[in-house]
């Protein structure tokens, strides 16, 4: 597979990951408190919350991912800076409020676009300092010298570079 469609494939990844994230910890947040003690309609107008934030949280991963992708590319998780991580998904954030503060400048007070300002920069940072931790956590995929399989390898596949060709059992 080319490098412009891995970085691509791990753009959307990285937007589904922080979307996820940002769902999970919105939810831990202000849903369940909010049923907990509340319960009936405001519980819901909560969940419309999260799952809103969920999607803001989608362009910024897709953005940091972008930007990583130039910035540090062939760099190990282990030579990256948590700082360096999240002023770039705080730039995410950045990036995706001047999109949105283009278009809709004037239905925004200056309280209101400032609360946006600061949610969507925290959201970044805050998403993308918290996916260097996990993936500091899980190690390398790959030991030195390993060589990375291609999509669809594996041990019931035949590996023709090789001269061996693995059969399923009968």
Do not use: C, Y
């Not at 930007?67 to 590319?73: D, P």
């Not at 600061?118 to 300092?129: E, F, I, N």
């Amino acid at each position: 597979m080319p490098r412009w469609l891995r970085v691509i494939r791990g753009m959307i990844g990285m937007g589904l990951t922080f979307a996820t994230g940002v769902g999970v910890v919105a939810s831990m947040i202000f849903v369940l408190p909010t049923w907990l003690l509340l319960g009936g309609d405001s519980g819901r107008e909560m969940l419309v919350m999260v799952i809103k934030s969920s999607i803001w949280a989608f362009p910024i991963g897709v953005a940091f991912s972008g930007v990583l992708a130039i910035t540090a590319r062939g760099l190990p998780f282990d030579k990256l800076s948590l700082p360096r991580f999240a002023a770039l998904g705080a730039g995410g954030g950045l990036l995706l409020f001047g999109l949105l503060a283009a278009n809709a400048w004037q239905a925004w007070s200056v309280s209101d676009a400032i609360a946006n300002l600061m949610l969507l920069t925290l959201l970044g940072g805050g998403s993308a300092t918290a996916t260097l931790m996990v993936a500091r956590r899980a190690g390398p995929a790959l030991k030195s010298g390993d060589e990375s399989r291609s999509l669809g390898e594996g041990e019931g596949r035949g590996h023709a570079s090789r001269g061996v060709l693995l059969e399923p059992p009968q």
